[in-house]
Structure formats: C-alpha cells, structure tokens
C-alpha cells in the first residue's frame, strides 16, 4: 500500500518561491508517473504538473515557466519549484501517483500553499 508525505508549504507573499516534496514508500516509484494537484476554496480540484516514469514534464497553462516538477528515484520523492507565486496559487496541493502498470491511483493528505501579502 502506498505512502505519501507532503512537505515544504506554508505562507509566501506574492512574487516568492516554495517548493513542495512528496516521499513516497510502499511502491515501486519508478513504475509510477506522478503529479501534483491542486484545490483551491469552493473549486474543483485541478491538474498542475505531471512527470511521467521516464522523466517528461508537463504543466498547466496558469502555472508554465513559473512551476517545475522534478523526481529522484534515488530517494523515490517527487517536488516542485513554485517560483513567482501569486495568491491564484492558493490552495491545498496534493501528490498523486498512478501506476504505469496497473493504473491504481494514491494520494497524499495535502499540504496548505498560501500566496498573500
């Protein structure tokens, strides 16, 4: 059963940087493609980054050139650089895998980004 803590949020004024880690354990990472998500108050939960099993990068329009999504397999952790953050950027982020085998999905618990002044 998969695992997954989320760290490095927190309060940030507009224009700053934080940067998100997702460990994972209790899978095999590198059969994984992973992404965060995001969840702003009274919105939907939405798509902003992915990072395929072999390394490809994709990202939301709203988030391009500001955002980038990483993974080590070494240490089986995802992250991601949030650079110029503005408070649209708000929200509960989330890690999520999928298995590029089975297609199982998990979650993590979320972690609190706050961009205000």
């Known amino acids: 059963q998969g695992q997954f803590v989320e760290s490095g949020g927190g309060l940030v004024q507009p224009g700053g940087s934080l940067r998100l880690s997702c460990a994972a354990s209790?899978?095999?990472?590198?059969?994984?493609?992973m992404a965060w998500y995001r969840q702003a108050p009274g919105k939907q939960r939405e798509l902003v980054a992915t990072?395929?099993?072999?390394?490809?990068?994709s990202y939301a329009d709203s988030v391009k050139g500001r955002f980038t999504i990483s993974r080590d397999s070494a240490e089986n952790t995802v992250s991601m650089q949030m650079n110029s953050l503005k408070p649209e950027d708000t929200g509960v982020y989330y890690c999520n895998a999928i298995s590029t085998q089975t297609a199982v999905s998990y979650w993590g618990q979320g972690i609190q980004v706050t961009v205000s002044s």
């Open positions: 990072i395929t099993s072999g390394g490809s990068a």
């Open positions: 209790g899978i095999r990472f590198r059969f994984y493609n």
